[in-house]
């Protein structure tokens, strides 16, 4: 079994709907972060939390909102989503320690289309 | 100035052909670098990390960091079809010591090895 699950993996929704992406890891780390990717941009962070209680406003958070819910499980949502919010959104995970610990391992992907 | 930037390419290079791709930095503080593998649709896999200035080799793959010119590199040697992909260099910030725990992310590299 992958490490690092998406769930979806593909989405299509509408303008204006609120949509939810999940994300589960079997790793055991701590850290774990949303990215997306928009083709030419590289990765951009939204979210990331370093623990259940601490969550983090990345470079582009507008528009989202996270949820940590375990160790394991950190979700993303678009309160409304609109179509520039259209992407590839990866999560990711690092173990807490020394830099050289925090190898982020990155998971499937899930593939939004906002019409 | 983006804070990690590089060639976007595409960059072709033959078949057993030594494929070398670039990465400049902005932040004098970091740490540890990152090359990350992404194929078209799939998700990153981390390829190489480095840490101290030098040569860094692990089979076809060496990384090269020189923090003093704020830049790190990749050579592939004995290019493959199959490396045909995108390159993302990343970058951990630090200051005095303690980690961000945070990667920023350059837009990629798009390496394509013909036959």
């Known amino acids: 079994d992958a490490d690092v699950t998406q769930t979806p993996r593909n989405r299509i929704t509408k303008t204006g709907k609120r949509i939810m992406l999940e994300c589960s890891q079997t790793?055991?780390?701590?850290?774990m972060y949303w990215y997306r990717q928009d083709p030419g941009l590289g990765l951009r962070l939204i979210y990331y939390?370093?623990?259940?209680?601490?969550?983090n406003k990345g470079e582009i958070s507008d528009g989202y909102s996270v949820s940590r819910q375990a160790q394991a499980k950190f979700s993303l949502s678009l309160e409304s989503a609109i179509p520039n919010q259209t992407a590839l959104y990866f999560c990711?995970?690092?173990?807490?320690?020394?830099?050289?610990?925090?190898?982020?391992?990155f998971g499937p992907g899930t593939r939004l289309l906002v019409l | 100035q983006k804070e990690v930037e590089q060639n976007s390419g595409p960059l072709s290079v033959p078949e057993g052909a030594i494929a070398s791709l670039n990465c400049t930095y902005s932040d004098r503080g970091s740490q540890s670098f990152f090359w990350y593998r992404q194929y078209s649709g799939k998700s990153p896999e981390l390829i190489m990390s480095i840490y101290s200035n030098g040569d860094k080799e692990d089979g076809r793959f060496t990384a090269q960091l020189n923090k003093a010119s704020q830049y790190v590199s990749l050579l592939i040697r004995d290019s493959q079809p199959s490396d045909s992909a995108t390159y993302l260099c990343a970058v951990n910030a630090n200051a005095g010591g303690t980690s961000y725990g945070k990667l920023t992310f350059g837009q990629g590299t798009i390496l394509t090895v013909h036959p």
């Open positions: 939390s370093f623990d259940v209680k601490d969550i």
């Open positions: 990711a995970t690092s173990e807490t320690g020394t830099p050289k610990e925090e190898t982020q391992y």
């Open positions: 790793k055991g780390h701590d850290r």
